[in-house]
């Protein structure tokens, strides 16, 4: 019988398949509460044990766009991330985007 890697093994993959490189997230949460979920995202990102490389809010008409960079996640993590996000109240969607990024070497 085959075996099927769950997603968190699938998640150590990645750092095998692209060597040299770093995997952040960007976590997308939109809702018409510009303050409440951008401090339930920060504390969330830090209950998780990630940390937060940027963070930008947008207005787009009567809601706010709340994009944050979120680093020292595996992806399994930030999707856990996402959905609890999702899941509050006054939120409206919530998507994450895994981005590798390739690190530049130093010259020899």
Do not use: Y
Not at 19 to 36: A, R, Y
């Amino acid at each position: 019988m085959p075996h099927f890697p769950d997603i968190a093994e699938a998640d150590d993959e990645l750092g095998r398949l692209f060597p040299g490189s770093e995997i952040t997230h960007l976590l997308t949460v939109v809702s018409h509460d510009q303050l409440g979920v951008a401090i339930e995202a920060l504390e969330a990102i830090r209950a998780s044990g990630g940390g937060l490389d940027a963070f930008h809010l947008t207005r787009v008409g009567n809601k706010t766009e709340h994009r944050l960079r979120v680093t020292g996640l595996r992806p399994h993590q930030a999707r856990l991330l996402s959905s609890r996000l999702a899941a509050a109240p006054e939120v409206e969607h919530a998507s994450v985007e895994h981005q590798i990024l390739r690190m530049n070497k130093a010259p020899a």
